[in-house]
């Protein structure tokens, strides 16, 4: 049906009236879009089955990675252009008045997940089927996505986000591959044929439905799975409530966490965790079993990848499996688990490091906790007959402890690999914040550097720059991305440079469309978009950004000599619903946004916009957009970061701490094509260690700071009193703890740099050519075959 485009016409036709029951005079952009995506699915069923039959057949090892978040964004335009039939499709649409665009804008965003780790497992989805790898995605199938973010009065405000309210064309359900999952009841233990058998009674058991969802691998045969699990009542239990039964179940899968800051719910929280994970095994076990009888090889024929801690509870699960249902004695289930289990580690900080109170786990899942209390009193032992007596040190490595589970510690004692995301977070792990695990099990830590789908990010983002490119040096490097390395030939070549800045230019003009349309503000295209979008959290550090265009905006009103090169900095962020403080942040920024943007004396020079409801689809057309790149976090605080990695690959320029992967961005640019600016991580850590930072003498000794921290609360903004004095607090009472005022003068000073940067156009030009070039190093192809080789051992499979 893509095999030629009047065929595809004929063929659209005729399914739209079919599908739709209507003529194709009268069918509507919902029908076209649904007739399209699901001509889309029944084109590549048949890899999509061969692609699993190869598997079976090749009997080569696989991999299974289990994600509680996936941001998958849009699908349409991406399943075009891996099938390589996207201009065929366009055209013919044309053809019969149907604009593909348009049809894209039907399409909803699968928000299923918060930020970075979501979108990492998306971009990872993608390279995996592009490198005809055996690999799957498992997670669940939330009613509702991350929140939708409204901007009321400067105020974020949330809804309930409703992805699914007209369907889904790109899943299957697949009521006949349902499990069953067990919550709550009483562990029996009984001696059965001389052996201790245990068995769950008295159960409020979930039925979990799986939705797969095809992963189109581009240019190649291969349809990857993500399976989506979707919580059901099982049979409705007698003398119960049936509704409240009702209830209680189908929350599992209702709501996406958009945090794990607070209490409330945090049952459902656990219950979705061991949800995923259950139905995950029970699935991955009984085809495993069919396809190889016994377990007894399981880590030689799968790896089941944990996506940080939240689907830790895979070890207890495979421990249950295997010593429950299969009857193997504990150290042979261990030997299996140990080495089936990798995990890879997403942040040190030690508010998000997840850790579940015992009087919560132990009753919701008595068996589960049985087998994790087991784990860790065999663990300790053995930290014991290590070294007698050092109870310090087990109490530091322990799993459970202070009455509570501690899933990191889990993680890294159940798998056989934990990896950092960028080298700076792995060295961290292994020198501070797990120190004690590394020395016990060195050879278990490593290192895969985050990369981004540069399909998604460049080749479907980005039509003109990557047109651009292809025409230069030729387009393997969609596949082979490291090719775009070749620019570098180009770095004299004027024509091609000032080629670069008009395709900036007309990507900046769409997003200014956009700024006019959802903020009813112009934005000058000729002016530096400034950008800095991502989750809201104090050490990405907003604050600073936004402290800085105060201070710009002072400077302008004081100083009548003063001139900027016109800047517009553009914020997109969601806040967590509970974090007041990063709730404030926003609020501070739409503050100064309506003050600057309202001030004639201003003019042009400046504008300040906060682009609501950010997420996948918008990013796209926001990166395209940028020239400068803030990744401002608290040096050693970011993990990684996948949002340098994206601006990067677009053409725009870094103003960044040495932080996550900054610094390997930095290390391949060069100092002349990023600007670093601020503490380095070791010296964080040494104030945080020893002392020595007092955020008052930046306070007292630099007037541009006394002046911007006061104006926070001193009626400056004269409708939010009270307002910002929990920031100000932030800096003064609170000595800052992400140096924000210690960062500020090299930040502003590296500002400078870059405004008088951009006078020089075809210097400028010349710096984004270079990140452009190296950005082939960040593709997720790159870090897909690290994991391959280094973790999982898959091979392709053609
Ligand atoms: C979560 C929370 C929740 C409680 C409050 C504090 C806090 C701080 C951080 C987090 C993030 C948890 C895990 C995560 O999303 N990490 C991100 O993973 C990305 C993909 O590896 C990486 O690029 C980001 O740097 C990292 O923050």
Redesign the pocket.
């Known amino acids: 049906m893509f095999s030629n485009k009047e065929s595809f016409k004929e063929n659209f036709k005729k399914r739209v009236e079919m599908l739709c029951g209507k003529s194709f005079s009268e069918s509507t952009s919902r029908d076209h879009y649904e007739t399209l995506g699901l001509m889309i699915r029944e084109y590549v069923s048949n890899d999509w089955i061969k692609t699993n039959e190869k598997y079976l057949a090749v009997k080569g090892k696989q991999v299974f990675y289990l994600s509680i978040e996936y941001l998958l964004g849009k699908l349409l335009r991406q399943n075009l252009i891996n099938l390589g039939v996207e201009g065929l499709v366009e055209k013919g649409l044309e053809e019969l008045g149907i604009v593909l665009e348009e049809l894209e804008e039907i399409e909803p965003d699968a928000g299923l997940g918060?930020?970075?780790?979501?979108?990492?497992a998306a971009c990872f989805l993608d390279s995996l089927a592009s490198l005809n790898l055996p690999g799957h995605g498992h997670g669940i199938r939330y009613k509702h996505g991350l929140f939708e973010q409204k901007i009321v009065n400067g105020y974020q405000v949330e809804l309930p986000e409703q992805w699914l309210r007209s369907g889904n064309v790109w899943e299957i359900r697949k009521a006949d591959l349902a499990v069953q999952i067990p919550f709550w009841g009483k562990v029996e233990a009984k001696m059965e044929n001389g052996r201790l058998v245990f068995h769950h009674l008295h159960t409020e058991t979930v039925t979990a439905v799986p939705y797969d969802v095809p992963v189109v691998g581009y240019h190649c045969k291969t349809v990857n799975t993500l399976r989506l699990w979707n919580a059901e009542p099982a049979q409705f239990p007698i003398n119960k409530d049936i509704l409240q039964y009702k209830r209680r179940t189908e929350a599992i899968s209702e709501f996406l966490y958009p945090?794990?800051?607070h209490d409330e719910g945090k049952i459902l929280r656990l219950k979705q965790q061991y949800f995923l994970v259950s139905a995950s095994l029970q699935s991955i076990i009984r085809s495993y079993k069919k396809q190889h009888g016994s377990l007894n090889e399981l880590h030689q024929q799968i790896c089941i990848h944990i996506n940080?801690t939240h689907p830790v509870l895979a070890i207890p699960e495979l421990m249950r499996i295997l010593i429950d249902e299969e009857g193997f004695g504990w150290d042979e289930a261990w030997h299996i688990t140990k080495n089936t289990i990798s995990y890879?580690n997403?942040?040190t900080?030690s508010?998000?490091l997840e850790k579940w109170p015992i009087h919560i786990f132990q009753p919701l899942l008595p068996r589960i906790y049985m087998i994790v209390n087991e784990i860790n009193e065999r663990f300790c032992r053995e930290l014991w007959e290590e070294t007698p007596g050092d109870w310090d040190r087990i109490a530091k490595l322990s799993i459970i402890a202070d009455g509570y589970v501690k899933m990191a510690h889990l993680a890294i004692v159940g798998s056989f690999s934990v990896n950092g995301?960028?080298r700076l977070?792995t060295e961290i792990l292994k020198e501070r914040e797990m120190q004690p695990f590394y020395q016990l099990f060195p050879d278990k830590f490593n290192n895969k550097t985050?990369g981004i789908a540069h399909r998604r990010w460049l080749l479907k983002a980005n039509p003109k720059l990557s047109t651009l490119i292809s025409e230069r040096i030729g387009n393997s490097w969609t596949s082979a991305p490291h090719e775009l390395i070749n620019l570098l030939k180009y770095q004299e070549d004027r024509s091609l440079l000032k080629e670069l800045g008009k395709i900036k230019r007309a990507n900046k003009e769409m997003l200014a469309d956009i700024i006019y349309k959802q903020n009813g503000i112009t934005v000058d295209p000729q002016a530096i978009f400034d950008v800095q979008v991502k989750?809201l959290?104090a050490?990405k550090r907003q604050l600073l950004n936004v402290l800085h265009i105060l201070h710009l905006y002072n400077r302008i009103l004081e100083d009548s000599s003063f001139r900027m090169i016109p800047r517009v900095f553009i914020f997109g962020a969601k806040a967590?619903p509970g974090?007041y403080y990063a709730k404030k942040i926003i609020k501070l920024i739409n503050t100064v946004a309506d003050k600057v943007n309202n001030d004639p004396r201003v003019g042009d020079q400046m504008k300040v916009i906060f682009l609501e409801n950010y997420r996948v689809s918008l990013a796209e057309k926001i990166f395209t957009a940028a020239d400068v790149s803030e990744q401002i976090s608290t040096a050693s605080k970011?993990?990684?970061?996948?949002g340098n990695m994206k601006f990067m690959i677009n053409g725009a320029l870094t103003i960044g701490t040495l932080d996550?992967?900054n610094i390997e961005i930095h290390e391949r640019v060069g100092d002349e094509n990023i600007f670093i600016f601020g503490l380095t991580a070791e010296e964080v850590l040494h104030y945080y260690r020893h002392g020595g930072y007092d955020s008052d003498e930046y306070y007292h000794h630099d007037s541009r700071i006394q002046q911007i921290v006061d104006q926070l609360v001193n009626g400056f903004f004269p409708d939010v009193h009270n307002e910002f004095e929990p920031i100000f607090d932030s800096l003064l009472e609170e000595n800052d703890q992400y140096f924000v005022l210690k960062d500020f003068a090299s930040y502003a000073e590296t500002q400078r740099k870059i405004g008088e940067a951009f006078k020089d156009q075809i210097s400028w030009q010349k710096k984004c050519l270079v990140n452009i070039a190296h950005a082939g190093y960040f593709s997720s192809d790159r870090t897909i075959r690290e994991y391959a080789k280094d973790i999982w051992d898959i091979h392709p499979v053609t």
């Open positions: 918060n930020g970075g780790l979501g979108r990492l945090d794990d800051t940080d890879t997403h942040t900080l508010e998000a995301v960028a977070h985050n989750r959290h050490y967590s974090y970011e993990a990684s970061g996948t996550g992967a």
